[in-house]
C-alpha cells in the first residue's frame, strides 16, 4: 500500500479522534439541567454557523466569485430542506385523558419528548459535523503531500479546532439517552468522516482534483450546516434557555470558532489545502 496513502490515514485520524476528546469531556461530568443544555445548544449553533459562513461560504465566494458562491451554497441549504422534509420529527402520543394519573403521564410525556427532540437534534448535528469533516480529511491528506511538516501543523491544528465540535455531538446525545457510550459513539464516528474523506479522495481523485468543485462542494456543505442548524438546533436553544441567553450562547460560539480557524490558518502555509 502506498506510504503517501498510509501517512494521510495516519495524520487525518489524529484529527478524526479529537472529536473523542470532547466526548469525554461532555461523559465525564453529569448530565446538564434544560437551561444548561439549552445554553450549550446555542453555542454549538453559534460553532456551526461561524463554520458554515466565514469557512465555507467565504472561501467558495472567494474562489467561484459572488454568483457561483451563491448557487453552491444555496443548492446545499435546498438539498437539506428536502432532506429534512422526509425525516419525521420526534412526536409522542397524547396522554390518555382517562387515566388517574394525567398529570404524572403529561410529565413523562413531556420529557419523553424533549428527549427525543434532543436526540434528533444531536444526530443532526453529528451529520453536520461529520460533512464539514470530511473535507478537513482531503486537506490533511492533500497537505501531506506537500511535506510531512505541512501534513503534521495541518493534523494537529485541525485536531484542536475539532474537541469543541466532538462536545457539540456528545451533549445532546447524553441528554437524550443517559448513555455515555452512546454519546462517546456519536461523537467519534463523526470524526471518522477525516480518514474518510482521505481514502475517497485517494480513490476517485488518484492524480488531481478539479478545485472548483471542491470549493463548490464545500460551499453546498455550509449551506446544508447552516440550514441544520437554524432548522433543529436554534430552535432548542430557544425552547430550553430563552432568546436573549440562547443568542448570546451562539456569539459566543461563533467567537470561538471564528478564534479556532484564525489560529488553524495562521499557523499553516497559505498553499495547505485548507
Same mark, same amino acid.
Given at each position: 500500500?502506498?506510504?503517501?496513502?498510509?501517512?494521510?490515514?495516519?495524520?487525518?485520524?489524529?484529527?478524526?479522534?479529537?472529536?473523542? @476528546?470532547?466526548?469525554?469531556?461532555?461523559?465525564?461530568?453529569?448530565?446538564?439541567?434544560?437551561?444548561? /443544555?439549552? *445554553? &450549550?445548544?446555542?453555542?454549538?449553533?453559534? /460553532?456551526?454557523?461561524?463554520? =458554515?459562513?466565514?469557512?465555507?461560504?467565504?472561501?467558495?465566494?472567494?474562489?467561484?466569485?459572488?454568483?457561483?458562491?451563491?448557487?453552491?451554497?444555496? =443548492?446545499?441549504?435546498?438539498?437539506?430542506?428536502?432532506?429534512?422534509?422526509?425525516?419525521?420529527?420526534?412526536?409522542?402520543?397524547?396522554?390518555?385523558?382517562?387515566?388517574?394519573?394525567?398529570?404524572?403521564?403529561? %410529565?413523562?410525556? !413531556? !420529557?419523553?419528548?424533549? +428527549? +427525543?427532540?434532543? #436526540?434528533?437534534?444531536? @444526530?443532526?448535528?453529528?451529520?453536520? @459535523?461529520?460533512?464539514? %469533516?470530511?473535507?478537513?480529511? !482531503?486537506?490533511?491528506?492533500?497537505?501531506?503531500?506537500?511535506?510531512? +511538516?505541512?501534513?503534521?501543523? *495541518?493534523?494537529?491544528?485541525?485536531?484542536?479546532?475539532?474537541?469543541?465540535?466532538?462536545?457539540?455531538?456528545? #451533549?445532546?446525545?447524553?441528554?437524550?439517552?443517559?448513555?455515555?457510550?452512546?454519546?462517546?459513539?456519536?461523537?467519534?464516528?463523526?470524526? *471518522?468522516?477525516?480518514?474518510?474523506?482521505?481514502?475517497?479522495?485517494?480513490?476517485?481523485?488518484?492524480?488531481?482534483?478539479?478545485?472548483?468543485?471542491?470549493?463548490?462542494?464545500?460551499?453546498?456543505?455550509?449551506?446544508?450546516?447552516?440550514? #441544520?442548524? *437554524?432548522?433543529? !438546533? &436554534?430552535?432548542?436553544?430557544?425552547?430550553?434557555?430563552?432568546?436573549?441567553?440562547?443568542?448570546?450562547?451562539?456569539?459566543?460560539?461563533?467567537?470561538?470558532?471564528?478564534?479556532?480557524?484564525?489560529?488553524? +490558518?495562521?499557523?499553516?502555509?497559505?498553499?495547505?489545502?485548507?
Amino acid at each position: 500500500m502506498d506510504s503517501q496513502f498510509l501517512l494521510g490515514i495516519a495524520l487525518s485520524s489524529i484529527g478524526g479522534f479529537s472529536t473523542s @476528546i470532547g466526548a469525554l469531556f461532555v461523559i465525564m461530568s453529569q448530565a446538564p439541567s434544560l437551561k444548561m /443544555l439549552g *445554553l &450549550l445548544q446555542g453555542f454549538a449553533a453559534g /460553532l456551526m454557523l461561524s463554520i =458554515s459562513f466565514f469557512d465555507l461560504a467565504h472561501n467558495a465566494l472567494n474562489s467561484l466569485g459572488f454568483l457561483r458562491g451563491n448557487l453552491w451554497f444555496f =443548492s446545499g441549504v435546498v438539498f437539506f430542506a428536502v432532506v429534512a422534509h422526509f425525516i419525521p420529527e420526534p412526536t409522542v402520543p397524547p396522554p390518555d385523558k382517562k387515566s388517574k394519573k394525567v398529570g404524572n403521564e403529561e %410529565n413523562k410525556n !413531556m !420529557m419523553k419528548k424533549r +428527549r +427525543r427532540q434532543v #436526540l434528533f437534534s444531536g @444526530i443532526i448535528t453529528a451529520i453536520g @459535523i461529520s460533512l464539514h %469533516n470530511f473535507p478537513e480529511g !482531503m486537506a490533511v491528506y492533500l497537505g501531506s503531500m506537500k511535506g510531512l +511538516r505541512v501534513g503534521l501543523n *495541518l493534523a494537529l491544528a485541525i485536531a484542536l479546532h475539532n474537541i469543541p465540535e466532538g462536545v457539540a455531538v456528545a #451533549l445532546p446525545v447524553y441528554f437524550a439517552t443517559e448513555s455515555k457510550w452512546q454519546a462517546f459513539k456519536l461523537a467519534s464516528l463523526s470524526g *471518522l468522516a477525516e480518514p474518510l474523506g482521505v481514502i475517497i479522495v485517494a480513490c476517485l481523485f488518484p492524480t488531481s482534483l478539479n478545485p472548483e468543485i471542491l470549493e463548490g462542494l464545500l460551499a453546498s456543505v455550509g449551506g446544508v450546516m447552516a440550514f #441544520l442548524t *437554524l432548522h433543529e !438546533m &436554534l430552535p432548542l436553544a430557544f425552547e430550553y434557555a430563552g432568546h436573549k441567553q440562547s443568542v448570546k450562547a451562539v456569539f459566543c460560539g461563533m467567537a470561538f470558532m471564528s478564534a479556532s480557524l484564525y489560529f488553524l +490558518r495562521i499557523s499553516l502555509p497559505e498553499d495547505s489545502g485548507l
